[in-house]
């Protein structure tokens, strides 16, 4: 059987990204048969415009929704910004949620998981990420969560922290067994 394709957005472009990190940490980690991709061109996006969303779209966003549309899966890993969704994820799924009802993520099941400063873990962003990705086309995983506070990894990457590694595993794990 063909390997099950996790698409990944990061919702930090920051190159020592703790969100970065936890993505490289579900990738290694990856049950048998699971294998995550990276999409590490959303800061190349321009912002979502329905002038310029057209037969002539810009080249990333071409590759984004490519990347999209040969997944059978995503999982999105991010912080949170002002107790929200950073813009560029945002940014990203408003150009995944069209084609209108036929984005190239419709129907595909999304997990959503991070880490941020803040003691509930960018919950809020969390939260936020699976409302719009709800409204955008693809069927969000509601119950696959994981919110965590950045100081948990105490300046160290998330491998070295078995209980993180061990639930995303696990999401990741889940996540898969989503694909129909
Ligand atoms: C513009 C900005 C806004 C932020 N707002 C929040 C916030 O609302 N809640 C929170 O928990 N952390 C907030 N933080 C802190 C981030 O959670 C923290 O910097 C985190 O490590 C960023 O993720 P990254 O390491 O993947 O880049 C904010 C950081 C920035 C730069």
Redesign the pocket.
């Known amino acids: 059987m063909p390997d099950i394709k996790v698409l990944v957005l990061?919702?930090?472009?920051?190159k020592?990204?703790?969100?970065?990190?936890?993505a490289e940490l579900a990738a290694e980690t990856a049950p048998d048969g699971v294998r995550l991709e990276v999409f590490d061109r959303l800061g190349e996006l321009p912002f979502y415009n329905e002038d310029i969303d057209n037969d002539d779209v810009a080249e990333p966003v071409l590759a984004l929704r490519q990347a999209a549309a040969g997944a059978d899966a995503a999982l999105v890993?991010?912080?949170?910004?002002?107790?929200?969704i950073?813009g560029v994820l945002k940014n990203a799924i408003d150009w995944l949620s069209r084609p209108f009802g036929n984005g190239a993520l419709k129907d595909k099941p999304v997990a959503v998981v991070?880490?941020?400063?803040?003691?509930?873990?960018?919950v809020?962003?969390h939260d936020e990420t699976r409302k719009s990705f709800g409204i955008a086309g693809p069927r969000v995983v509601e119950d696959l969560k994981l919110s965590v506070?950045?100081t948990a990894f105490d300046g160290e990457h998330p491998r070295e922290n078995s209980e993180v590694a061990g639930q995303l595993r696990d999401i990741v794990g889940k996540l898969a067994a989503e694909v129909g």
């Open positions: 990061i919702g930090s472009l920051r020592a990204s703790i969100n970065r990190q936890l890993v991010t912080p949170e910004y002002n107790g929200s950073p991070g880490a941020a400063h803040g003691r509930f873990g960018g809020w962003a506070q950045t």
